[in-house]
């Protein structure tokens, strides 16, 4: 071993020559733009596994000396370049999770699918300096192999021309940095995180710092994930400028290989790419897809619970985000929202929803901020205590889903800076001389409880959906941006009451013993899912493992990207035209429908396309986006269902009564707006408008608010503008 490190400057030249020739003229002739030459493990193993080893064993100067010969022949080839070397794809037995890494690792490669969480200023740092002695004007060269404190001389050195004396004292000399001889390089620190799928419940997401240096800085931002390949060290920690026993482990970034493509940290072997298109050829697909959602939680055929589960599993395969010509971009993500009183399920929908979605992340509104959802300007505890940015939720859980439980207990603050994050799917942040975009390409789960505890409305003929609104205490203009609403209650009907108790009965009877599985005397079932694709739940129908759900889920979305077919855009057309010819016949204020309904109903088509495995989404789709779209509407609202209300949070009868008010005050005022009105005049004249008085004072509070009336004495009203 220690010859073959010994040898490695001859071992990698001939390997170089041998096998990347041409990539060597191509890194040296496009040096500076190109900085690198990225050598796959597999390669260098294949032609020596001996170097190889020795190479894992040793990374640092077996890299070092990789490094010198690239550039030596480059400068014999008659290139004036200076590229580094990078290894990549490292073997399986080097991968490991952040939290698994310890002192067995150290100095040695290892390969981490991590995500980045935050980012340094980049900033040059010495490797190598000659410090002047002031006594005898000797250079003494330094090399600066510590990144984190400057390394000084302690003595002048002889071999180096020096006279033998030590720093300090009375006959000592002192050393001074000579600047113009510093040779330095880039550095950036990183803050990764494991990914979320490699965390066992309950457990905290370890975390580490990288220093990125040359080539490898400005290379990631907050939310990318990707694979760093690293070399563990060590420094040791200090306590009021004492050293301790105990050390920090620091990682050095030796290459980075990007997850450009989505989803490739769930592993998918050609035996499951098999099954998961066996499993799309079944007749009752969509239906095995929605009992998968949360067996735990029963839902009958005819249940709107049901009817939710079906817009989940839309919600998971999504639709197709495309970018047009001028840089537009068009979502693709689904977003939901669950409104409805406790304990209707919506928490465990949730949690389920976030462990089976490929990058899926969960939070609870009670305890997330607007920066812990979107991002952060933190200040940068790396160095000097600038602003730097860290990664929250919707940006760790770009190209995924974000389940955002009690999304009411948020600050309205916090809640405001979602807006951004789910039309645009970015988010930008402004602060401490910071100016910077990223994205949040992420569906969003979301659920609400009512401020009183359970909802006081009740479906019923002529409906008035602002109470509810105003019980759940959620913004209009957030509750616009959602695709679909669904409004939950706990309703008591005899015959599900009953088959729903049964369900709970037999399920909890299902479950493993935790304390059982702590003293090993049983086998935990979640292990047992890992290792099948399908189950039975307690009537014997099929279901899909969450393992097997999750591998099916990121291959349709990997590989499939339909495209609506003519007959499908008719459907779709068809239902938005109509909706639209509501409000030209009523001419009562309401909004049927608006543009944002037309493209919510084509991402749902789309990701029904997507489940079925299918470049083409076709009628059954269509008709499957428009059956879920018509159950919500009518679920939320009844037949009468009124756009204009989401985006206002008022009824088209409370609109239309703010209308009507003020051209009353303007008819009592004859236009003056310096001429009081009385109150009983007001509520005579919205009498003969079929308006209640209830009504008309809520109008009154409403234009008062948006400060279109004002009362300048009690029972007086003036018109404000």
């Not at 990007?258 to 697909?285: A, G, Y």
């Not at 049901?306 to 689904?334: E, Y």
């Not at 009411?408 to 930008?428: F, G, L, P, T, W």
């Not at 291959?555 to 938005?576: C, N, S």
């Amino acid at each position: 071993m220690m010859l073959a490190i010994r040898d490695s400057h001859a071992r990698w030249r001939t390997f170089l020559q041998e096998q990347f020739a041409s990539d060597l003229a191509m890194v040296a002739s496009a040096w500076p733009e190109q900085p690198s030459l990225e050598v796959p493990f597999p390669a260098l193993q294949a032609w020596d596994p001996d170097f190889a080893l020795a190479l894992i064993e040793h990374p640092r100067p077996v890299l070092r000396a990789g490094t010198d010969s690239l550039r030596t022949l480059c400068r014999e080839g008659g290139w004036e370049a200076d590229p580094n070397l990078r290894v990549t794809e490292l073997p399986q037995d080097c991968h490991r999770h952040l939290h698994d890494i310890g002192s067995d690792d150290i100095e040695r490669l290892v390969a981490s699918e991590v995500v980045v969480t935050k980012v340094s200023e980049l900033k040059p740092r010495v490797y190598h300096a000659d410090f002047r002695c002031e006594l005898c004007d000797a250079l003494i060269p330094m090399p600066q192999l510590n990144e984190l404190e400057l390394i000084e001389p302690i003595f002048c050195d002889p071999e180096h021309g020096g006279c033998d004396r030590n720093v300090g004292g009375r006959d000592g000399t002192r050393f001074e940095l000579v600047a113009e001889n510093l040779m330095m390089v880039d550095n950036q620190w990183i803050e990764i995180q494991e990914l979320p799928e490699n965390i066992t419940g309950g457990a905290q997401p370890s975390r580490a710092t990288v220093l990125a240096e040359a080539d490898l800085s400005n290379l990631v931002l907050p939310g990318m994930r990707i694979t760093a390949n690293t070399i563990p060290f060590v420094r040791t920690q200090r306590r009021r400028q004492s050293k301790t026993p105990m050390f920090d482990i620091y990682h050095t970034l030796v290459s980075v290989e990007m997850q450009n493509t989505p989803f490739t940290e769930i592993p998918i072997t050609e035996e499951d790419i098999k099954m998961i298109e066996q499993i799309s050829e079944r007749v009752d697909l969509f239906e095995l897809l929605t009992n998968s959602i949360a067996p735990s939680i029963f839902a009958t055929d005819d249940s709107k619970l049901k009817m939710v589960k079906r817009s989940l599993v839309l919600q998971l395969f999504g639709g197709v985000a495309r970018r047009q010509g001028d840089g537009n971009r068009l979502r693709g993500d689904i977003h939901i929202l669950l409104m409805g009183d406790p304990g209707v399920a919506k928490s465990q929908l949730l949690d389920f929803m976030g462990r089976v979605s490929p990058r899926g992340r969960y939070a609870s509104g009670g305890g997330v901020t607007g920066a812990g959802l979107t991002a952060a300007a933190v200040r940068d505890s790396f160095s000097d205590g600038r602003f730097t940015l860290e990664a929250g939720v919707l940006v760790l859980a770009d190209l995924g889903l974000a389940a955002i439980d009690e999304l009411d207990k948020m600050n309205k603050d916090d809640r405001s800076r979602m807006h951004e994050a789910m039309e645009q799917q970015r988010i930008h942040i402004s602060k401490g001389g910071l100016n910077a975009s990223m994205p949040t390409r992420c569906a969003i789960l979301a659920a609400s409880n009512p401020k009183e505890g359970r909802f006081t409305q009740r479906h019923q003929a002529g409906f008035d959906i602002t109470p509810m609104f105003e019980e759940v205490d959620l913004p209009p203009a957030l509750m616009s941006r959602f695709d679909i609403i669904w409004l939950l209650r706990d309703d008591a009907r005899a015959e599900d009451d009953r088959r729903i108790a049964h369900h709970i009965i037999e399920n909890r009877s299902v479950g493993v013993s935790e304390q059982l599985l702590e003293r090993g005397q049983e086998v935990d079932p979640r292990k047992v899912e890992k290792e099948q694709h399908m189950k039975k739940d307690s009537t014997g129908a099929d279901l899909l493992t969450i393992p097997m759900f999750q591998k099916y889920v990121a291959y349709a979305k990997r590989q499939f990207h339909p495209v609506l077919t003519a007959e499908a855009k008719k459907i779709l057309l068809d239902y938005y035209l109509e909706a639209r010819a509501k409000i030209s016949e009523d001419d009562d204020g309401t909004v049927a429908a608006t543009p944002r309904a037309l493209e919510a109903l084509i991402r749902l088509a789309e990701a029904s396309a997507r489940s079925r495995l299918s470049d083409e989404a076709e009628e059954m789709d269509a008709e499957l986006a428009k059956a879920i779209y018509r159950n919500w509407r009518y679920e939320l609202m009844g037949d009468d269902f009124d756009e204009g209300a989401l985006l206002t949070g008022r009824s088209a009868k409370r609109r239309a009564a703010d209308r009507v008010l003020k051209d009353v005050m303007k008819k009592l005022s004859k236009g003056h707006i310096d001429v009081d009105v009385a109150e009983t005049e007001i509520f005579n004249e919205m009498a003969e408008q079929k308006f209640s008085q209830e009504e008309t004072e809520r109008a009154l509070s409403q234009l008062s608010q948006i400060g279109v009336v004002y009362n300048p004495s009690s029972d007086r009203w003036r018109l404000a503008r």
